[in-house]
T-cell receptor
Framework: AQSVTQLGSHVSVSEGALVLLRCNYS??????LFWYVQYPNQGLQLLLK??????LVKGINGFEAEFKKSETSFHLTKPSAHMSDAAEYFC??????????????FGQGTILTVHP | NAGVTQTPKFQVLKTGQSMTLQCAQD?????MYWYRQDPGMGLRLIYY???????DKGEVPNGYNVSRLNKREFSLRLESAAPSQTSVYFC?????????FGPGTRLTVT
């Protein structure tokens, strides 16, 4: 079965510090992976995506993620946190085969808090 | 271009009442989805529609029905609301790999 696991439901960093949000996946077919961000009381916005090609992908707001097949990981990073990065982040995987074709599987979410 | 819109934004129901959540998209996408979001559980798929005229169950369909009225609109109906259906509901549409989400409906069932 396909699954997405986010390590850590809450991450707290200081402004200017490195942001690292961890995501591991399980898939029997090559995965398409995404990070979405949700600001309080809003819908979800796509940060970045990996489909094929370059394994280091850059997204909006200075975020990037690296697809590592050997580690089945897709961790999200940002070199320097900003107060405006405080939000909930979801790692998701698009089911690209079988009866679940086209559907997204979500991780549990990680709430990022940024301290001044 | 409004993207994905949802109505209402907030709703309070009593147990046993019924209601329909509305969703519309103006991006001419074929696929549309309904999710519910509960704390610590991410988003879970309730129903989806791969194209106009087709609907399929997702991960948590019990207690819900859907209608794909046309290419633009995909509604979610609760026939007899239960407190376990208290949640935030998101509609989304998909183009190729990317899903576009609406702002959500916050539903409380008392």
């Amino acid at each position: 079965a396909q699954s997405v696991t986010q390590l850590g439901s809450h991450v707290s960093v200081s402004e200017g510090a490195l942001v690292l949000l961890r995501c591991n996946y399980s898939s029997s077919v090559p995965p398409y992976l995404f990070w979405y961000v949700q600001y309080p009381n809003q819908g979800l916005q796509l940060l970045l995506k990996y489909t094929t090609g370059a394994t280091l992908v850059k997204g909006i707001n200075g975020f990037e993620a690296e697809f590592k097949k050997s580690e089945t990981s897709f961790h999200l990073t940002k070199p320097s946190a900003h107060m405006s990065d405080a939000a909930e982040y979801f790692c998701t995987m698009l089911n690209a085969g079988g009866t679940s074709y086209g559907k997204l599987t979500f991780g549990q979410g990680t709430i990022l808090t940024v301290h001044p | 271009n409004a993207g994905v819109t949802q109505t209402p934004k907030f709703q309070v129901l009593k147990t046993g009442q019924s209601m329909t959540l509305q969703c519309a998209q103006d991006m001419n996408h074929n696929s549309m989805y309904w999710y519910r979001q509960d704390p610590g559980m991410g988003l879970r798929l309730i129903y989806y529609s791969a194209s106009e005229g087709t609907t399929d169950k997702g991960e948590v369909p019990n207690g819900y029905n859907v209608s794909r009225l046309n290419k633009r609109e995909f509604s979610l109906r609760l026939e007899s609301a239960a407190p376990s259906q208290t949640s935030v509901y998101f509609c989304a549409s998909k183009w190729v790999y990317e899903q576009y989400f609406g702002p959500g409906t916050r539903l409380t069932v008392t």
